[in-house]
């Protein structure tokens, strides 16, 4: 029902907008919630091009498009311009409920599609008519070199075939090093700086003063991509009756000694036969990638930039080392940790699927450490259950820090060959797409988000806002240089000697992307 409620609200304020369309003698967009609103583009362009004003202004009234963004943003008529876009398909058995970014799968139906896509499909029809354009365009599940093939024909053909593609990083930074995408900071129209966009994307994925991915209240799938430790309610109050998971987290007691403590605390071999299995209670579900994710949520990061927006690698650090050696502790003890790709459950097709999914719903795994696009596939489950922050290493960290996938996750890029006439256009669109967006879809992403995990309370809510306001864009896996991320990735603790004998390579590969970048961009 509230998901309903929140399509109709979202109607009501479109149709609103566009019968105010025709009253006032301007076009009129909505309103924005406080004076950050960089939008000075209107001085930018010989045309002066109309700019929206607060539909509030008009009647006199006061209503809920006051406090939304983007009443300054400039409108231009586009002249039926179609806009096309490019987004990979990341829909499978495992990933279920993604449908685009802004785009509509070609069976899209408005009575029957989620409420998420819904309300991308009004603001898209919203813009489209607010400038005068038309934006289009298909899903490609093809693998990562064919996806990157089809940009690098459309830019090297000339045929302006995708305006907007959305990929993950970790499949597109080959095309970043061609001189495939632009600088997005190039684009005037574009300013990075409002608060649709991500900042944390915006400081962290920039290199050499350069701004290739990015990602905000425009695309979803960035959100479904950020790692997450879903528990369950009710195996924590039977095994550690009393025990509240969030009040440790807001007394900053979230620590990796005290998640450790309770997953040893409720493993349990449960099922009827001697040894642990797959079959049993576990503390905690996970995968050997989510080492690197434990690393992150410490502070640390592959690299780091310098004063020149240069990365410099700091994987080979004694606190690197500190934090690895105390996950691997915990990671390599399967009586009381259950891997899914450790090697000891290889006789399934789908190891993850068929021991920590399962296990988490069948209600036999506390937690469950994921991005949130499992969610979807969580949403019949009979109990309860909550989201939490990847804990942190140490109480004395100043914040907690969240990995995004580098392989499922979306961000936003733009390819070459355009006029900066056409570029200036496009980027009012991306901008009144992002500002939207923020008005309604995030809303609406978080409402689905909390009611798909059973997860209604303000404690969860106030869970999403510390994980997506910690979020690190970590750029030596965005470029994964020399594949480092697999070295992270092993049940092993001689870590140190594997860092060493692939240094070379690595940093190689760094500076490589570096002298591309200059020279190509």
Known sequence: QSNNTGKHRVKRIIC????????IATLAACGNESGDDKSSTSSKTESN???????SDETGESSEEDSLYGKNLEIKDLDDRIINVLCRDWGGNSIQGYNGEIIQRSDFDESKADSVDVTKYEIRKMIEERYNCKIQGILDNSTAADFNQKVRNAVQSNTGSFDIVFDAYGHSNPLVT??????????????????WWDQNAVRDLSICNKLFFACGDINTYDNDGTWVLYYNKELLEKALPGTNLY?????NQWTFDKFAQIVKQVSADTDGIDGMSEFDTWGLGTETYNIYVHLIASGQTICSKDGDDEPILNYQSESVFTVLDKVLDLYMDDSNVMVANGGKYNQYANVWEETIIKAFREGRELFYMGGLINAVSYRQLEFS?????????????????????FHNMSCMMIPVGQSDEEYYDLGLVIEALGAE???YLTPVYYEKALKAKNAETEDDEAMLDIIFGSRCFDLGAAFNWGNIISEFMKLDKN???????????????????????????
């Open 16 to 23: 609103l907008i566009i019968a105010l369309t025709f009253i």
């Open 49 to 55: 091009p109309t700019v929206s004003d607060s539909p």
């Open 178 to 195: 061609e001189g495939i995408y632009i600088d997005l900071f190039s684009i005037e129209s574009i300013d990075f700086s409002n608060p």
């Open 247 to 251: 009040d440790l987290v807001y007394t």
């Open 385 to 405: 259950y909550g989201i939490l922050p990847i804990p942190k290493h140490t109480a004395s960290q100043d914040s907690y820090s969240h990995s995004v996938s």
């Open 437 to 439: 967006s923020k008005n």
């Open 495 to 521: 870590f140190a000697s594997r860092f060493e004998a692939t240094a070379d390579t690595v940093r190689q590969a760094m500076e490589d992307t570096i002298e591309a970048i200059k020279a190509n961009n």
